[in-house]
């Protein structure tokens, strides 16, 4: 059973991949299976699954034994990404970034103090008509800031493509999901190496499969144009 037909690509666009500038000196080969679907896989040896409840994002990635790995991303209850990503073409080393939005966290503190300010001064003084609302306003103020902190703080783990080093696989946790996503790292990078290990073909021909992955996750939105044709360059400049 084959993915489904949203994957399919048009015969006018195999023929603009085949004579791509970028590409023409290198053939691609008659063999297109790979730009026009691949063969859905059935026996699972992983499935993981991580929620960002404070941005209402959900994913799920289900690894397989033919060497694939299953993305699938909702944004808050729809599905907004559902792509294979096969192994065999993917490094196992990871770009960590992380955003800690101090400033925000700085505003939270200076709410959390005015507000405990104005709670100490209304209790001591007969001034509570104003420093009663005052202290309600820090209170507040706190909590928006800590929410708004909580929602824009988060940690990216980036696969990237072994000879493209294109980015095609980003897993994003936030404070209630980093440690879901850092312990499904090890997971997904050994099932990289165990796809790598069927890797027999002659270096060229790996290539230049790897090159039509590019142009297949490109088709799925994973990877723009722009990545896609670096990420082409890189594997080029390999042929010498």
């Given at each position: 059973?084959?993915?489904?037909?949203?994957?399919?690509?048009?015969?006018?666009?195999?023929?603009?991949?085949?004579?791509?500038?970028?590409?023409?000196?290198?053939?691609?080969?008659?063999?297109?299976?790979?730009?026009?679907?691949?063969?859905?896989?059935?026996?699972?040896?992983?499935?993981?699954?991580?929620?960002?409840?404070?941005?209402?994002?959900?994913?799920?990635?289900?690894?397989?034994?033919?060497?694939?790995?299953?993305?699938?991303?909702?944004?808050?209850?729809?599905r907004?990404?559902?792509?294979?990503?096969?192994?065999?073409?993917?490094?196992?080393?990871?770009?960590?970034?992380?955003?800690?939005?101090?400033?925000v966290?700085?505003?939270?503190?200076?709410?959390?103090?005015?507000?405990?300010?104005?709670?100490?001064?209304?209790?001591?003084?007969?001034?509570?008509?104003?420093?009663?609302?005052?202290?309600?306003?820090?209170?507040?103020?706190?909590?928006?800031?800590?929410?708004?902190?909580?929602?824009?703080?988060?940690?990216?783990?980036?696969?990237?493509?072994?000879?493209?080093?294109?980015?095609?696989?980003?897993?994003?946790?936030?404070?209630?999901?980093?440690?879901?996503?850092?312990?499904?790292?090890p997971?997904?990078?050994?099932?990289?190496?165990?796809?790598?290990?069927?890797?027999?073909?002659?270096r060229?021909?790996?290539?230049?499969?790897?090159?039509?992955?590019?142009?297949?996750?490109?088709?799925?939105?994973?990877?723009?144009?722009?990545?896609?044709?670096?990420?082409?360059?890189?594997?080029?400049?390999?042929?010498?």
């Open positions: 059973m084959s993915l489904d037909n949203t994957a399919m690509m048009s015969a006018d666009y195999i023929h603009r991949i085949a004579t791509d500038e970028t590409t023409e000196h290198i053939s691609l080969g008659e063999d297109f299976a790979v730009l026009a679907g691949v063969e859905e896989p059935e026996k699972i040896t992983g499935r993981f699954e991580y929620k960002n409840r404070t941005c209402g994002k959900r994913a799920e990635l289900i690894l397989y034994e033919e060497g694939y790995l299953r993305v699938r991303e909702w944004q808050r209850k729809k907004v990404r559902d792509y294979l990503l096969s192994l065999r073409f993917m490094g196992t080393d990871t770009t960590v970034t992380r955003k800690l939005p101090m400033r966290l700085y505003v939270a503190a200076g709410f959390a103090g005015f507000g405990a300010l104005s709670w100490l001064i209304a209790w001591l003084s007969t001034w509570d008509a104003f420093f009663i609302p005052a202290a309600v306003v820090g209170v507040a103020g706190t909590l928006i800031a800590s929410m708004l902190f909580l929602y824009l703080a988060h940690e990216k783990t980036m696969f990237s493509t072994a000879s493209g080093d294109a980015v095609a696989l980003t897993l994003r946790g936030t404070a209630d999901s980093f440690k879901r996503c850092r312990a499904m790292i997971e997904i990078q050994r099932a990289i190496q165990e796809a790598q290990a069927k890797n027999i073909q002659d060229s021909d790996y290539l230049r499969q790897e090159m039509r992955e590019h142009y297949r996750l490109r088709e799925y939105g994973v990877i723009d144009h722009d990545v896609c044709s670096e990420a082409t360059r890189r594997i080029l400049s390999e042929f010498g």
